[in-house]
C-alpha cells in the first residue's frame, strides 16, 4: 500500500465516498452486527487457532469494509448501532461522516479473534435505546452460542432482518422460517434488497420487469 502514489489513494478515496452517496437509506433504526471471531480471519476450513492475524480478503476484512459502507449509508437514519462480537459483544463507536476507510480501521482495530457467541450481541438489544427497523448480520455463520430461542420474536414484525453468510456455513441458526433473510456472499444490491423489503416490494417482480432504480 505505502507503493502507490498518494494522489492515487486521495483520488480512490474521493471515488469511493461519492459512490456511498448512492447508497439508499437503510432505516430509522439500523443496528449493524459483526462477527469478529477466530474463524472469520480465514478462509472457511483454513482456520488455525494459533493464528489470530486476519488474512488476504478474509471474512472479517469483508465485513469490515462492508460494515463500515453500512454505517455511511446509516447517516440519514435517526438512531444507529455498531456491535462487533465474538466470546463476547461490543459496541463500537462510529461516525457515518468519517471517510470509509477511517471506519474500516477502525473496525479492524477492534478485532478480537474468539469465539462466535450471537448470543452476547442479541442480548445488547435492551441497551441499543431504540428498537431497530432494520438488522444486519455479517458473518461466517459458524455460530457456537445461540440459545434466544424468541429469535424470531426478539424484533418487532416489520423489522428487516438480514443475516449475511460471508463464509457459507451451515451451521447459521438464523432461518427463514426465523424471520430472518439469509444471504451467501456479499453484493452491492443488498441495500436495494432492504430497501424492497422494507416496502413490501418483490425482489422477483422486480427482477423480472428489470426495474431495480
Given at each position: 500500500e505505502s507503493s502507490v502514489p498518494m494522489l492515487v489513494l486521495n483520488a480512490l478515496q474521493e471515488a469511493t465516498e461519492l459512490s456511498l452517496?448512492?447508497?439508499?437509506?437503510?432505516?430509522?433504526?439500523?443496528w449493524i452486527i459483526v462477527d469478529c471471531s477466530g474463524s472469520m480471519n480465514h478462509f472457511p476450513g483454513s482456520y488455525s487457532y494459533g493464528k489470530k492475524q486476519a488474512t488476504e480478503n478474509?471474512?472479517?476484512?469483508?465485513?469490515?469494509?462492508?460494515?463500515?459502507?453500512?454505517?455511511?449509508?446509516?447517516?440519514?437514519?435517526?438512531?444507529?448501532?455498531?456491535?462487533?462480537?465474538d466470546d463476547y459483544a461490543k459496541h463500537v463507536d462510529l461516525n457515518p461522516l468519517d471517510s470509509i476507510?477511517?471506519?474500516?480501521?477502525?473496525?479492524?482495530?477492534?478485532?478480537?479473534?474468539?469465539?462466535?457467541?450471537?448470543?452476547?450481541?442479541?442480548?445488547?438489544?435492551?441497551?441499543?435505546?431504540?428498537?431497530p427497523d432494520t438488522v444486519i448480520i455479517l458473518s461466517d455463520m459458524e455460530i457456537n452460542r445461540l440459545h434466544c430461542s424468541n429469535i424470531d420474536r426478539l424484533f418487532r414484525g416489520d423489522c428487516v432482518?438480514?443475516?449475511?453468510?460471508?463464509?457459507?456455513?451451515?451451521?447459521?441458526?438464523?432461518?427463514?422460517?426465523?424471520?430472518w433473510t439469509q444471504l451467501s456472499g456479499w453484493s452491492p444490491r443488498i441495500f436495494d434488497f432492504?430497501?424492497?423489503?422494507?416496502?413490501?416490494?418483490?425482489?422477483?417482480?422486480?427482477?423480472?420487469?428489470?426495474?431495480l432504480s
Open positions: 452517496n448512492n447508497i439508499p437509506k437503510l432505516g430509522d433504526g439500523v478474509s471474512p472479517i476484512k469483508i465485513a469490515a469494509i462492508f460494515g463500515a459502507a453500512l454505517v455511511k449509508a446509516s447517516k440519514e437514519s435517526f438512531q444507529t448501532m455498531f456491535t462487533m462480537f476507510f477511517t471506519l474500516y480501521e477502525k473496525i479492524m482495530a477492534r478485532n478480537a479473534g474468539g469465539g462466535t457467541n450471537l448470543d452476547s450481541a442479541l442480548a445488547e438489544k435492551p441497551k441499543l435505546g431504540f428498537e432482518k438480514v443475516a449475511i453468510n460471508l463464509g457459507s456455513r451451515d451451521t447459521t441458526p438464523l432461518a427463514e422460517w426465523k424471520g432492504v430497501r424492497f423489503s422494507r416496502d413490501n416490494e418483490s425482489i422477483v417482480d422486480r427482477l423480472m420487469t428489470g426495474d
